[in-house]
């Protein structure tokens, strides 16, 4: 009989145990667990539409194909971006190669800064005129494509009218080649930008910085370009620099400014 109620009193303070340990488990387990605040299930928001993969397959098969084909003469542009005598070099051979490598990184060029404005526009909410039911990007790609042409007739029209092509020339080809060069910087930045999950807007305004420090490393290279030639006064390439590139970017500014 004691060793009945022994058996007995050791199985109830096993249970008691038991009982006492699951409760407390059960304490400590709730307070952790993830309390809902949704009824429903949520949608997770895109930060970028998907036609954007597709711009980005092509910027990254140009970059393939001058990657691989053409590494020689992605060197030698690059060393004319950072030293003028590369500049002559170029300019004086007759090479069709770099022909091509300049239609390659000129699309890269136009693809990734079309792509950089749009994720601006849409990130700051722009409102550009006409587009309300359009595209922006593909608004501003065929306003790229139609800007640079126009620019470069100008310039040959002024190297005619001042009786200095070759001067005018070297101007133009180095705005093309910071425009390549500054293609390539904006690669990472729309990329990052479109899928990022978070600082977008940091991102942006790298990509402004890049954009003015090219665009003023481009009016410092006019500016003594035109100083170099003989029949050209320093007073009309500041006209120049006034009217055709630093007046059109003020009145840009402004634009985007009130829009904001």
């Known amino acids: 009989m004691p060793l009945d109620s022994n058996v007995y009193n050791y199985g109830y303070t096993l249970s008691v145990d038991t009982s006492l340990g699951q409760a407390l488990d059960t304490h400590l ?3 952790h667990v993830l309390q809902p605040i949704h ?5 997770k928001i895109a930060r970028s539409p998907d036609w954007v993969l597709g711009v980005l397959v092509v910027i990254f ?28 070099t170029l300019l004086r051979s007759n090479d069709s190669m770099l022909k091509r490598i300049n239609w390659g990184l000129n699309a890269i060029f136009v693809l990734t800064m079309s792509l950089f404005l749009y994720q601006f526009i849409e990130h700051y909410g722009v409102k550009l005129p006409f587009v309300e039911t359009m595209n922006s990007f593909l608004v501003i790609v065929p306003l790229l494509l139609l800007l640079y042409p126009v620019k470069s007739l100008v310039l040959q029209l002024s190297g005619w009218i001042f009786n200095d092509s070759e001067k005018i020339t070297e101007y133009i080809f180095n ?10 910087f904006l690669v990472p930045i729309v990329v ?4 990022l999950s978070f600082g977008q807007a940091m991102l942006l305004h790298v990509g402004v910085m890049l954009v003015v420090l090219c665009y003023i490393y481009r009016l410092f290279r006019g500016y003594f370009i035109g100083r170099s030639a003989a029949n050209l006064s320093g007073f009309y390439i500041l006209l120049y620099l006034c009217t055709l590139e630093i007046l059109p970017l003020i009145i840009i500014a402004k634009f985007v400014s009130s829009e904001l």
Request: charged share 15%; hydrophobic share 60%.
């Open 29 to 31: 387990l709730a307070e």
């Open 39 to 43: 009824d429903g299930a949520i949608d």
């Open 61 to 88: 098969l140009l970059l393939a194909w001058v990657r691989i084909y053409h590494l020689k003469r992605l060197n030698q542009l690059l060393q004319a971006f950072l030293y003028k005598l590369h500049v002559y």
């Open 175 to 184: 705005i093309f080649l910071i425009n390549k060069v500054l293609g390539l």
């Open 192 to 195: 990052l930008a479109a899928y």
